[in-house]
């Protein structure tokens, strides 16, 4: 008898536990405020045409750079949007961690030959998309004329 007792008891007590714990850590801090940015750009050892600062400075240009601002005002799918406008970032993923950090996750796009003709001097990637050319990274690759 008061073994089922001790075992009923047990079981309310996790239940409770479980339900507070749930409710009490997975409270919206949308009011927070953003302080720290996480910026991952894959490939940037092959490619080195944008990087951590090129992306910040976007970002800034068009007002979604998110350190100061309130969680709940920074909208990721605008980043993502505006970062995959540019013609050397292949895909972009935005994201906000459980300690309220925004993540960004960007991944370049690898040229595999350079066009120099007469009317174009660009790069084109394994999937046919042109980037251009730039002066301040050149690629060693094979040219097209």
Not at 50 to 65: A, F
Not at 99 to 104: A, E, F, H, Y
């Amino acid at each position: 008898m008061i073994k089922k007792v001790l075992i009923t008891l047990l079981v309310l007590g996790l239940g409770t536990y479980f339900v507070a714990a749930i409710t009490l850590f997975n409270r919206s801090s949308d009011d927070s405020i953003c302080q720290e940015v996480s910026l991952s750009i894959s490939d940037s050892v092959r490619a080195g045409f944008i990087g951590s600062t090129e992306i910040e400075k976007i970002l800034r240009e068009k007002n979604l750079y998110p350190i100061g601002k309130r969680v709940k005002d920074i909208n990721l799918q605008e980043i993502e949007k505006t970062l995959k406008q540019n013609p050397f970032i292949s895909t972009v993923t935005c994201y906000r961690s459980a300690t309220d950090k925004i993540c960004i996750e960007a991944t370049q796009r690898i040229p595999v030959l350079r066009v120099m003709t007469e009317g174009a001097n660009c790069y084109l990637d394994g999937n046919g998309h042109i980037m251009p050319a730039t002066n301040s990274t050149p690629a060693h690759l094979v040219i097209v004329t």
